[in-house]
């Protein structure tokens, strides 16, 4: 069964968000294209324009999984670039 999981962690730098699966993951050759314009399987935009979006805003992401134990993406957020809402445990 395919898990996925969504997680952060804050530090006094930046917020990063990962967002990882137990899926099949992304093997080391296709790591190298990922977030290049027109590589997928649809328009290939998807990765590209979502790396390329968030770097206006100083944000990164990356795809640091395990090729067969699954996908794992980073995205950093700058210190001051984001905030928390609402009350935990509410």
Known sequence: MMTKRISSQESETHLVIVCEDNGV????????????????KHTGFGLF???????VTGITIIENGVPGK??????TVPKGEYRF??????
């Open 49 to 55: 324009l979502s790396r390329e979006i968030l770097a």
């Open 25 to 40: 993951g992304i093997t080391d050759e296709d790591k190298k294209h990922l977030f290049t314009r027109g590589f997928g």
């Open 70 to 75: 699954g996908a794992r993406f980073e995205i």
């Open 85 to 90: 809402t609402g009350t935990k445990g509410k």
